[in-house]
């Protein structure tokens, strides 16, 4: 199986778009990270809370592989961990290539991936023409194209072909316990047949 490590963690007890790097995170089961805005048993994600605040938290932990980084930075844009919003930045691993109910283990912590992050208008906010780095065709084809926002914020289209998105992916708390940088990631995947992650 393949592994990755921990580059950084972070938390925010606050609803904002970004996240501050800390030393460590507490995990804790069925609610996500201890101190965190988005921990809980149903959803947290105010727009979502919007639409029905009853959903189960399927998003309880935000991940993303530090790759983006480098190539946000190629095309002029600088971020770095926490900036957009995620709990725990990977090194090494591919996420997104992972099916659901993968486990992701952090020593004793266990976290199970549920979906996809679907990139909003917010990462325009927060940088703009960033969306463009963390939206993608699905057929490869290059674009420079602003991507078509759904009623909701999200994205499903860029130039009429469906996209991937790489603002990261979601999980659940299985096993709780401390993250820190520099722990491996052990990656064990469910049982077949395999569903490729899609938004939650």
Do not use: W
């Not at 959903?55 to 980084?69: D, G, K, T, W």
């Not at 780095?133 to 759904?150: I, K, M």
């Not at 790489?166 to 096993?175: D, I, L, R, S, W």
């Amino acid at each position: 199986m393949p592994t990755g490590h921990v580059l950084c963690v972070s938390r925010d007890l606050m609803h904002r778009f970004s996240k501050l790097p800390c030393d460590s995170i507490t995990l804790a089961a069925g609610l996500g990270v201890v101190g965190d805005a988005h921990a809980g048993t149903l959803v947290q994600h105010r727009s979502r809370v919007r639409r029905d605040p009853n959903q189960e938290n399927l998003r309880q932990v935000h991940l993303i592989s530090a790759e983006l980084f480098a190539e946000a930075g190629a095309r002029g844009h600088q971020i770095g961990p926490g900036d957009l919003g995620e709990n725990i930045t990977t090194e090494g691993l591919a996420l997104h290539s992972l099916p659901v109910g993968t486990r992701l283990h952090f020593g004793e912590v266990v976290v199970r991936l549920t979906g996809l992050r679907n990139p909003c208008r917010q990462i325009n906010d927060f940088q703009p023409g960033l969306l463009k780095v963390v939206v993608a065709r699905a057929d490869g084809v290059p674009s420079t194209a602003e991507p078509t926002l759904t009623a909701t914020g999200g994205v499903d289209r860029l130039e009429g072909s469906t996209v991937v998105r790489k603002a990261g992916v979601m999980g659940v708390v299985e096993c709780g316990g401390e993250v820190h940088p520099g722990q491996t990631i052990g990656v064990v995947l469910a049982d077949g047949p395999y569903t490729a992650l899609e938004p939650v």
